[in-house]
């Protein structure tokens, strides 16, 4: 069937020639044409074909042109193909002028290779470090802006590169108000809870790092004992802040400083640094009973020379009692320098003036302490040993001295 539709086409197209042919020889035709001095005389089917051939010559040179404009793949340099060429180098060559730091480069060269690209994030959040380095704040956000337009669904990359732009440029607000909408939307995210993280802590917001921590625990982002020292030094800043009260006064700030210690676990609770900051502010906060009782117990648990040394601090209400109880610690700990100032003070609160002589002296055979040095040398003073004062005095001073740099020896100038 087919060849017989081939065979029936080339018979019409044969016939076709043959009758053209006939036609072109039987009726020649003529043609003049005749302006002023020109004359041009031929017959029709020649004057048809110069027609024909130079409508062919205009559309050839059309499409010439058409290809030189627009793709002309093999001809024109400036085609798509060098096109992206020129991407690529660009983009290379951007990144590695980020690297590198030189930032204007990096801008203008990761800005180009961002607007030609399908994909665009990675150049664009290129050039806007290269823009953030430079202090262009506001190019830097529009590059974002522009990231997140050409491709919404990485918000989060954006929002990170801005939140550390923002801190980095002081707008720690700013940077906080991003990073929570994005603890919002991706909570276990580890780069948020990073910067998160790290955000809460230098703005000492206790309460939000505490807040973060078991997410923190649960990704296992740090490792054990970083955790750890993360959460004491949390827990050390909670306390501490918490009996700041701006409103209520004392009452309010005791139990703002209170609930804060009963959220904390049974181990965290017998942690010496933490029950050391509880007991402080119980004392700063005039409940010295209170932090007595709580250091009489941790003391009794397990016994730790800071939170002896905080006891001498203390004035008990009942002096006899808490003099017994650091007495009753001297058995077992004789040699202990931080004890025995501890005894000297308290002797001083119940004005025992010879007995609190004797355990400075005690803790100084044991510690050349400055502070014993200076209990010791004020003691004296009230007692009119002004001499020895005087030398206890001087003691402290060096002893504090040897914890200082050395300063350089002025010389006298003059003549």
Known sequence: MKRASLLILILLVAGGLALLGYSIAEHKGYVLLAYKSFRYESSLWIFLTLIVALWLIIYLLRLLLRLLVTSGRLVNPWSRLHHNRRVRLASEQGFVDLVEGRWSAALRHLRKAAEAEALPLMYYLGAARAA???????????????????????????????????????????????????????????????????????????????????????????????????????????????????????????????????????????????????????????????????????????????????????????????????????????????????????????????????????????QRHPETCAELARLLAQLGDVERSNQLFQEGLGLLDQRLSALPVATNTHG
């Open 132 to 366: 953030h380095e430079l202090g262009q704040k506001e190019e830097c956000d529009a590059l974002l802006e522009r990231a997140l337009e050409r491709q919404p669904q990485a918000e989060l990359a954006v929002a990170l590169s801005h939140a550390e732009f923002q801190q980095d440029r002081g707008e720690l607000g700013a940077a906080l108000e991003t990073l929570q909408v994005m603890h919002e939307r991706h909570p276990n995210n580890q780069q948020v809870l990073k910067q998160l993280q790290q955000l809460y802590v230098r703005n000492q917001d206790w309460s939000a790092l505490l807040g973060i921590l078991s997410t923190v625990r649960k990704e296992k982002m740090l490792s054990g004992e970083a955790l750890a020292d993360l959460e004491l030094k949390a827990w050390r800043g909670r306390l501490a802040t918490a009996a700041i009260s701006e409103e209520g006064g004392h009452e309010a700030a005791l139990t703002n400083l209170n609930k804060a210690w009963k959220q904390l676990s049974t181990a965290q609770q017998q942690e010496p640094t933490l029950v050391a900051m509880y007991a402080e502010q119980l004392r700063q906060l005039g409940s010295e009973d209170d932090a007595e009782v709580i250091l009489r117990a941790a003391l009794k648990r397990n016994y730790d020379s800071r939170l002896v040394r905080l006891y001498g601090l203390l004035r008990s209400s009942d002096g006899a009692r808490q003099l017994q109880t650091a007495e009753s610690w001297l058995k077992d700990h004789p040699a202990d320098a931080d004890l025995l100032l501890t005894l000297g003070r308290i002797c001083e609160h119940n004005q025992l003036w010879g007995k609190a002589k004797e355990y400075f002296d005690a803790s100084l055979r044991f």
